[in-house]
């Protein structure tokens, strides 16, 4: 017995290394043991803040009998999918064509050439609700292989070729224009839910991409519908369970259509994204709650996800020890009225639980209830409010916390980076842009080699083995030029640029399409490709919207053509799709608007040249890049020939670079953004 995954860096990887199972990472070798034994690959994908992915592991992977079963009959292949999104992309559009659904923990049998022929997620250790139980399975797959090769080896051909057939189609020439936009609008009305907020029914996932489309297209078009939908889903959520209301920061999703009651895990992308649309709700209405929530999930990614080294660790689990040894789904969040009692004394205890909707029948599981917001605080109750959550709060983190998976992951990392760095300039908070610079930093220095190819992951400091994938590129060049924004350092702009040059030449297809790894990659059965957002934007869109911003900072027409030819895509699936499109309609917004750019020349002490500034940071105008240093500094292009006006600080700003004349009055600027 000789389970491979002890030295991986994955920490999904590591919680199975003690397993009996005898577990290899995807490797060549792995294949080729197959192929030496005549055996089939079992292929199992999960991530380490899944709850089922725990569970049939502890049924499982962790029984001898099973084990044994898999050892003798089987080479066993585990993946992290937030590691290998490529080999998870490729099985999971196998798995949902074969099956109509998918998920994780992800189970599929591979010949040695990895070709999928069986499928399924989580098997249970005995038969149920009409399921096989997993020893079943596997008996199953072991007579197929010995009695019906031939069949197996034509079942596995066609899905291959099935796959290989699935191309996009791009739906013609040109990018999104006004009326694609306004029919993805219309889409999405379509699918709101006006009781509260959001779109479609449970489970319901913060809808970050399609609020980020919403909050621009209000502002290039004055969309009151937009702006509506976009501030009362923000609303619904932040006072909804899907919202930590003690610590910050927001759960995966809800499994209810009214955010009572949420899957708990803490993902850094959610929060990322989250953290920036409120920051973007808050520049749109000026809206106390909307600053609040920024703030607060900024706080807790910093406090809770930051790595020694800098960076941001992945995840934080849905369950931890409920303080009799078993660990369950959202011990360290929910409440009983008698646990209130317990801290905060009756009276305070009655006053907790009317303010955060704790019942005697519970919201959630045996009695107890999530914490939620039904109404702020009256004036009169706001201090001793605040003395009640951090009573709260204090008494929590006595409890067992959730696991964290520390594998920093760059393309979520670069998300972080861009929230971070765009919150702390908005609401004035220097140590937030510091914390983006350092995970900048590590990005640099630990992701990045000497031509600028990105690694996935790291831990500890130490780069893993899996190369980027084009939302690594993507993220972290948005990232750096959010960046680069608020910092006035133009090394942001030009590690960017490194990164986008490597995405026109190693990840773009014919007709401006984009693929999900680069042209050298591993060959997997398929090489994966797919525009539409998943929980985090596509890299697809995410590349055009990186693209598109440096071209404005740069005035570069290869980069603003490789955005425009990744957005045809947008013009086929927004009216159709838009709420899985997202990304790319808000992209579309950008490219519409111009996107603008904005630059401001001054001396750094000056006041009058920081009230340009802070303008133009405020500017709601749909993807304006902004430039900012001394003029003819040599930071950004965008600075050059733009001399003071009568020797002040002046503001220009331009689109496609034509430009405005210059201004030196803040009002006459925030007019023009």
């Known amino acids: 017995m000789a389970n491979r995954l002890a030295h991986e860096t994955s920490p999904y990887l590591l919680q199975h290394a003690d397993n009996p199972v005898d577990w290899w990472p995807w490797s060549a070798e792995a294949f080729e043991e197959a192929r030496r034994r005549d055996v089939p690959v079992l292929l199992s994908v999960g991530y380490s803040s899944c709850h089922w992915c725990h569970v049939m592991a502890h049924e499982s992977f962790e029984d001898d009998a099973t084990a044994a079963l898999v050892n003798d009959n089987f080479v066993a292949v585990k993946v992290d999918r937030e590691e290998r999104p490529d080999v998870d992309a490729v099985y999971m559009e196998a798995v949902q064509a074969a099956t109509g659904q998918g998920g994780w923990p992800m189970t599929v049998f591979l010949t040695p050439d990895a070709a999928p022929f069986y499928f399924g997620t989580y098997f249970p250790p005995a038969p149920r609700h009409g399921m096989p139980s997993f020893p079943e399975v596997l008996e199953g797959v072991k007579g197929a292989w010995a009695d019906r090769r031939d069949e197996v080896g034509e079942v596995a051909e066609r899905i291959v070729k099935d796959l290989a057939g699935r191309s996009l189609a791009y739906g013609g020439d040109g990018v999104p224009g006004e009326e694609e936009l306004a029919q993805?609008?219309?889409?999405?009305?379509?699918?709101?839910?006006?009781?509260?907020?959001?779109?479609?029914?449970?489970?319901?996932?913060?809808?970050?991409?399609?609020?980020?489309?919403?909050?621009?297209?209000?502002?290039?078009?004055?969309?009151?519908?937009?702006?509506?939908?976009?501030?009362?889903?923000?609303?619904?959520?932040?006072?909804?369970?899907?919202?930590?209301?003690?610590?910050?920061?927001?759960?995966?999703?809800?499994?209810?259509?009214?955010?009572?009651?949420?899957?708990?895990?803490?993902?850094?992308?959610?929060?990322?994204?989250?953290?920036?649309?409120?920051?973007?709700?808050?520049?749109?209405?000026?809206?106390?709650?909307?600053?609040?929530?920024?703030?607060?999930?900024?706080?807790?990614?910093?406090?809770?996800?930051?790595?020694?080294?800098?960076?941001?660790?992945?995840?934080?689990?849905?369950?931890?020890?409920?303080?009799?040894?078993?660990?369950?789904?959202?011990?360290?969040?929910?409440?009983?009225?008698?646990?209130?009692?317990?801290?905060?004394?009756?009276?305070?205890?009655?006053?907790?639980?009317?303010?955060?909707?704790?019942?005697?029948?519970?919201?959630?599981?045996?009695?107890?209830?999530?914490?939620?917001?039904?109404?702020?605080?009256?004036?009169?109750?706001?201090?001793?409010?605040?003395s009640i959550a951090a009573r709260l709060l204090a008494a929590r983190s006595e409890r067992e916390r959730p696991g964290r998976d520390d594998k920093v992951v760059a393309a979520w990392n670069g998300l972080a980076i861009a929230a971070l760095a765009e919150t702390g300039a908005l609401f004035d908070r220097p140590d937030l842009v510091e914390r983006a610079t350092e995970a900048a930093d590590l990005l640099v220095r630990v992701h990045m080699d000497e031509s600028a190819r990105l690694t996935r992951t790291s831990k500890d400091g130490r780069a893993g083995a899996n190369a980027g994938v084009l939302e690594d590129y993507a993220d972290v060049a948005e990232g750096f030029l959010a960046l680069a924004a608020v910092t006035g350092e133009g090394a942001w702009l030009d590690f960017a640029g490194f990164l986008l040059d490597l995405v026109i030449d190693r990840f773009t297809a014919e007709g401006g399409a984009l693929y999900d790894t680069a042209h050298d990659a591993e060959a997997l059965i398929r090489r994966p490709q797919d525009p539409t957002d998943n929980a985090a934007p596509s890299g697809w869109t995410a590349a055009a919207g990186a693209l598109l911003s440096y071209a404005a900072h740069t005035g570069s027409d290869a980069h603003r053509a490789a955005a425009e030819g990744a957005l045809g895509v947008v013009k086929a699936l927004g009216p159709r799709a838009p709420r899985f499109i997202g990304w790319g309609l808000a992209v579309s917004e950008a490219l519409l608007d111009g996107p603008r750019e904005i630059a401001v020349v001054g001396a750094p002490g000056d006041e009058a040249f920081r009230e340009l500034r802070r303008t133009a940071l405020l500017a709601t105008a749909p993807g304006a890049v902004l430039a900012f240093g001394a003029p003819d500094s040599e930071e950004f292009p965008l600075l050059r020939d733009r001399p003071l006006v009568a020797g002040g600080p002046a503001a220009y700003v331009c689109r496609h670079f034509t430009c405005d004349a210059p201004v030196t009055d803040p009002d006459e600027l925030r007019r023009k953004l």
Request: glycine letters at 12%.
């Open 184 to 386: 993805a609008l219309l889409g999405l009305v379509r699918e709101y839910d006006a009781t509260h907020g959001g779109f479609g029914g449970a489970p319901k996932f913060p809808p970050s991409m399609a609020l980020e489309f919403l909050l621009r297209h209000h502002a290039r078009t004055g969309s009151e519908g937009a702006l509506q939908m976009a501030a009362d889903t923000c609303e619904a959520m932040a006072r909804g369970g899907i919202y930590d209301q003690l610590g910050g920061g927001f759960a995966r999703y809800a499994v209810d259509r009214a955010w009572v009651v949420p899957h708990f895990e803490k993902m850094l992308y959610d929060n990322a994204l989250l953290c920036r649309v409120y920051a973007h709700l808050w520049k749109a209405t000026g809206s106390d709650l909307a600053r609040r929530v920024a703030l607060e999930t900024a706080d807790f990614m910093v406090r809770e996800l930051r790595t020694p080294e800098g960076g941001f660790a992945s995840a934080l689990d849905a369950d931890s020890d409920d303080g009799t040894g078993k660990h369950v789904e959202g011990a360290y969040y929910a409440w009983t009225p008698a646990q209130l009692t317990a801290v905060l004394g009756a009276e305070d205890a009655a006053l907790a639980a009317a303010h955060y909707g704790v019942t005697e029948d519970g919201t959630f599981e045996h009695g107890s209830s999530v914490l939620q917001l039904p109404q702020e605080a009256g004036p009169a109750d706001a201090d001793r409010m605040a």
